[in-house]
């Protein structure tokens, strides 16, 4: 999405793959068309309202997956899925639920990419910044890296960049600024030191991912014609 000023327009915000290829708001659209070279480049006026209101109605329709669905940030949608595991069972497992998803979402005409994990924080990180990631790709049978197994959180994300945490822009610039680009590297610096230097939001977004701390959630309610 851009605004326009004075004859200049700047991105407003992008999709997680823009994001993975350095468009950021603020940036003339110019240099965001730069980066994202020859691959398509949809741009629309940005509307805030908009954006909430039809991630609303996704949230909605995606309570046929889980109990609970949930809008994340300006592109995504959260569904918790915690105590489905018999329902889940007799249908393809977590692996069967994403593939649903995809059929629905990519028919359509959306391209997304899924991830399951034991927190929001890390199925938001993993879904969008693992290894490889462009969209939604079932696994045919092998071993689905679209789901971290219980217990594996923090050896999965330890390797991906900073910004998989969901940190304020301006916390990941000054993170870089110190050549801490990875899980792995802000997780070794002091814990009680971090508040004062990046402000007291990134030790609660890090106890987020752990679990210590509970990711809030604002269900969707699907409404009744």
């Given at each position: 999405?851009?605004?326009?000023?004075?004859?200049?327009?700047?991105?407003?915000?992008?999709c997680?793959?823009?994001?993975?290829?350095?468009?950021?708001a603020?940036?003339?659209?110019?240099?965001?068309?730069?980066?994202?070279?020859?691959?398509?480049?949809?741009?629309?006026?940005?509307?805030?309202?908009?954006?909430?209101?039809?991630?609303?109605?996704?949230?909605?329709?995606?309570?046929?997956?889980?109990?609970?669905?949930?809008?994340?940030?300006?592109?995504?949608?959260?569904?918790d899925?915690?105590?489905c595991?018999?329902?889940?069972a007799?249908?393809?497992?977590?692996?069967?639920?994403?593939?649903?998803?995809?059929?629905?979402?990519q028919?359509?005409?959306?391209?997304?990419?899924?991830?399951?994990?034991?927190t929001?924080?890390?199925?938001?990180?993993?879904?969008?910044?693992?290894?490889g990631?462009e969209?939604?790709?079932?696994?045919?049978?092998?071993?689905?890296?679209?789901?971290?197994?219980?217990?594996?959180?923090?050896?999965?994300?330890?390797?991906?960049?900073?910004?998989?945490?969901?940190?304020?822009d301006?916390?990941?610039?000054?993170?870089?600024?110190?050549?801490?680009?990875?899980?792995a590297?802000?997780?070794?610096?002091?814990?009680?030191?971090?508040?004062?230097?990046?402000?007291?939001?990134?030790?609660?977004?890090?106890?987020?991912?752990?679990?210590?701390?509970?990711?809030?959630?604002?269900?969707?309610?699907?409404?009744?014609?």
């Amino acid at each position: 999405m851009f605004q326009e000023r004075r004859g200049t327009r700047t991105v407003k915000d992008c999709c997680f793959q823009g994001r993975r290829l350095g468009v950021r708001a603020g940036m003339v659209v110019a240099e965001a068309r730069a980066l994202v070279g020859e691959r398509p480049l949809l741009l629309a006026r940005g509307s805030a309202r908009r954006v909430v209101a039809a991630l609303k109605r996704l949230a909605e329709r995606s309570l046929r997956f889980a109990p609970t669905a949930s809008i994340d940030g300006s592109d995504g949608i959260i569904l918790d899925i915690r105590g489905c595991e018999r329902w889940l069972a007799g249908r393809g497992g977590e692996t069967g639920l994403l593939d649903r998803i995809g059929r629905v979402f990519q028919g359509a005409g959306f391209e997304i990419s899924t991830a399951i994990a034991d927190t929001p924080v890390v199925a938001r990180g993993w879904c969008r910044h693992r290894p490889g990631v462009e969209s939604l790709d079932p696994m045919g049978g092998r071993n689905d890296d679209r789901v971290l197994p219980v217990g594996v959180t923090m050896s999965a994300i330890d390797p991906l960049p900073v910004e998989c945490l969901g940190l304020d822009d301006q916390v990941v610039e000054r993170l870089r600024e110190v050549r801490v680009r990875r899980v792995a590297e802000l997780r070794r610096l002091p814990r009680m030191a971090l508040p004062s230097r990046y402000g007291p939001s990134i030790l609660h977004r890090l106890d987020q991912v752990t679990g210590r701390v509970a990711t809030s959630m604002v269900p969707a309610v699907a409404e009744h014609k």
